[in-house]
């Protein structure tokens, strides 16, 4: 079974930088893809950032240039760099892992940025 959890959240200040962390139960490179998925209050889940098992990226556009995604395979861990935060960022940020069309989640961590 896949286990992924994640950590970094937390209320930082419109302009701040937070770093995501996901770790996964097993190899990183098992999966297709990886990345995460963000949902705020009253709004759908949102796709942010993935990287695939060949190390391609992508991101929403609202997030391009400021979130970066990457991984650490000897930690099984990948990673959200947030930098130049702003309120609309403010969501419960997912972390999911895909594997034969099969897509596992995290528990969620809350981000909040405000003054």
């Known amino acids: 079974q896949v286990q992924l959890v994640e950590s970094g959240g937390g209320l930082v200040q419109p302009g701040g930088s937070l770093r995501l962390s996901c770790a996964a139960s097993?190899?990183?490179?098992?999966?297709?893809?990886m990345g995460w998925y963000r949902q705020a209050p009253g709004k759908q889940r949102e796709l942010v950032a993935t990287?695939?098992?060949?190390?391609?990226?992508n991101y929403v556009d609202s997030v391009k240039g400021r979130f970066t995604i990457s991984r650490d395979s000897a930690e099984n861990t990948v990673y959200l760099q947030m930098s130049g935060l702003k309120p609309k960022d403010t969501a419960v940020y997912y972390c999911?892992?895909?594997?034969?069309?099969?897509?596992?989640w995290g528990q969620g961590t809350q981000v909040t940025v405000s003054s």
């Open positions: 999911y892992a895909s594997i034969l069309l099969r897509n596992y």
């Open positions: 097993q190899n990183i490179f098992n999966f297709n893809a």
């Open positions: 990287i695939t098992v060949g190390g391609s990226t």
